[in-house]
């Protein structure tokens, strides 16, 4: 009974756990309930994996309240979104753990319910918008969790915080309506809102102007959202005066999911037939992924905050995922599923590293981080574990999905594409090493305050080093599920 | 002549849409890029709305003599769109009351300067 409803169970439990939260009012309380139901998300997300694995055909089609599609909501899993649904949930259980000593340093106390509220509610959206197999819910669950994110941005401490919120809220919602505009224009000429009943309709219409546009409208929506270059301008400012919690949180999260939107819409709902033969919408995002991948690790170099490092940092790894996509071919997609993983894995490591230093010091600049090194040995060396993943270091996960792009770039004959993300990745050991040297080989000035965050902080900072690591060398689970999400994607299922 | 008058409610959706997006991006104050940015979101309620509609058409009731329905779907859906619109609105205008406590202004440019010269500090 239970295990044949756990699709809806991955969206209910989260999303009435937000007010119970708001019921529950002491601190204490609701952190233990937003805790309870991250952990339980995350399990009912392995389970869900399990499931789709050993399903007839590898999807689970879950019809919300008995009514069958194309009418009814439908949940439709198969191995692309039950992975995403895993990393989501991963990185929600992993951050919630953290959150405790982090949240209660950053956020007055009378606050700390709504903040625990606002994060389940994200946490919902971002499971949401990843489990349907509706293109209306998509966007339903888009801005729950675009909602709930403005709001979490807003609560840092810096003032700064106050304007990168609206911005993103403008962004965002932009983004969200495009997309909204799109989703009208196809249900104008199929009459369906169901994903796989759009797919089977929309070859028959390919000529039609109306999807067309359809297929414009939404490209920009979703890159939007994505932060892919040139439409980042959002990105580096929320994430820097974010809490150390929601940064960690959301960049490792939300523009994952939107990039899986992204994969959905053209692989699933218009076909690679379409969207990439007809269209050839990945010729008109690979020059924008190679320009992320430049400049996003160009401008990371010049940040005095580290926190807007690694934020510029993402936008450039945001860059090798559409990349990978936009080789087009089974093997590059795979490569970018793989990488949204990873790159899951080391953002979270390092946001959550930068939390530990911001709690113990308060600051997160270059300037701040003499000798953190012997400060902060442990913190510090979870910032290095997370460092080499993000260069592509071997026995770190950066390595694995690197691997994956340069050879499907190669199996291409693209000899060009693989030297140029060999090239970016020189760029991102610069701006690792830049943190290493401050923090290794100059002294600590005498009264720069000492020692270790609290053990609650540097475990769950530890379980994605690790995990880095883990997934760095056996890649059976990573690569083999991201393989398989490529050839429901690719094979026009 | 006819095809392009016909179809007028759609040449309001696009007015009102590039007007909206234009307000967005050309306005300096917070309020009326909020605003700008409602107008965006009403355009294509509006789209939504024509859609669904049929001239002559009733509710979807099966009845003798009822022949021609309207799509209530799109009707619907826009429901949800303009809830989720709504809280858009809401949010940012708080959003916009925190940084005129903040900062004292939500004029675009001078919130520029105040960042730019808290960045060089």
């Known amino acids: 009974m239970i295990l044949s409803n756990l699709p809806a169970l991955q969206i209910v439990l989260p999303l009435l756990s937000a007010p119970a939260c708001v019921i529950a009012r002491r601190t204490p309380a609701a952190y233990a309930i937003a805790f309870v139901a991250s952990w339980v998300a995350f399990v009912i997300s392995c389970l869900l994996l399990w499931q789709v694995e050993h399903a007839a055909g590898g999807v689970i089609s879950y019809h919300l309240g008995g009514w069958a599609p194309p009418w009814g909501i439908e949940y439709r899993i198969d191995s692309v979104n039950a992975y995403v649904l895993l990393i989501v949930a991963a990185i929600g259980a992993v951050v919630i753990s953290y959150a405790g000593p982090s949240v209660a340093s950053e956020i007055p106390e009378p606050k700390r319910y709504l903040f625990y509220t606002c994060y389940m509610l994200c946490l919902t959206g971002l499971l949401g918008v990843t489990i349907t197999g509706d293109a209306f819910n998509v966007f339903v669950f888009l801005e729950i969790s675009s909602l709930s994110s403005y709001i979490l941005i807003s609560v840092g401490k810096d003032r700064r915080a106050l304007t990168a919120s609206y911005r993103y809220l403008i962004f965002g919602t932009i983004g969200a309506t495009f997309y909204l505009i799109g989703i009208g224009l196809l249900y104008q000429v199929t009459g369906t809102l169901n994903m796989a009943d759009l797919a089977s309709r929309i070859p028959a219409l390919t000529g039609s102007r109306t999807v067309h546009v359809a297929f414009a409208f939404i490209a920009v929506g979703l890159a939007m959202k994505a932060a892919l270059f040139p439409l980042h301008i959002w990105l580096p400012n929320a994430y820097a005066y974010a809490p150390s919690v929601v940064s960690a949180f959301l960049a490792s999260t939300a523009t994952k999911v939107s990039i899986y939107v992204l994969l959905r819409v053209y692989l699933t709902i218009f076909g690679p037939a379409f969207s990439i033969g007809s269209m050839g919408i990945n010729y008109l995002l690979m020059p924008f992924a190679i320009a992320a991948m430049f400049v996003g690790s160009a401008v990371a170099i010049f940040q005095p905050d580290i926190k807007r490092m690694l934020a510029y940092s993402s936008i450039a790894q945001i860059g090798y995922m559409i990349l990978g996509f936009s080789i087009a071919t089974s093997l590059g997609v795979t490569a970018g599923i793989l990488h949204l993983f990873n790159h899951a894995l080391m953002k979270g490591a390092l946001f959550l590293a930068m939390g530990c230093v911001f709690y113990r010091t308060g600051a997160v600049s270059i300037g701040s981080m003499e000798g953190l090194g012997r400060r902060m040995p442990w913190t510090m060396a979870a910032f290095v574990g997370g460092g080499l993943g993000i260069i592509g270091v071997p026995l770190t996960c950066g390595f694995i999905s690197k691997w994956y792009l340069v050879s499907a770039a190669i199996e291409r004959g693209w000899w060009w594409m693989a030297a140029l993300v060999l090239l970016s990745s020189l760029l991102a050991i610069i701006y690792v090493w830049r943190v290493v040297e401050v923090a290794y080989f100059r002294p600590a000035p005498a009264d720069a305050p000492s020692g270790e965050a609290p053990l609650l902080m540097l475990i769950p900072t530890w379980v994605l080093v690790v995990a880095n690591v883990y997934f760095g060398l056996d890649t059976r689970l990573s690569v083999g599920v991201a393989a398989r999400a490529a050839k429901a994607l690719m094979g026009g299922g | ?121």
Request: hydrophobic share 50%.
């Open chain 2, 1 to 121: 002549m006819n095809d392009w008058v016909g179809v007028y409610n759609y040449w309001i959706v696009v007015f009102l849409m590039m007007a909206g997006l234009y307000i967005v991006i050309a306005r300096g104050n917070l309020i009326k890029k909020l605003v700008g940015l409602n107008v965006f979101q009403a355009s294509v309620f509006i789209l939504y709305i024509s859609m669904g509609k049929i001239e002559g058409g009733t509710a979807p009731i099966i009845e003798p003599g009822i022949k021609v329905y309207t799509n209530p779907i799109p009707h619907v859906l826009i429901l949800t769109a303009i809830v989720v619109g709504v809280a858009t609105a809401a949010v940012g205008l708080a959003l916009v009351v925190r940084i005129n406590e903040e900062y004292g202004t939500i004029e675009e440019d001078e919130l520029d300067e105040l960042e730019e010269q808290e960045r060089q500090t």
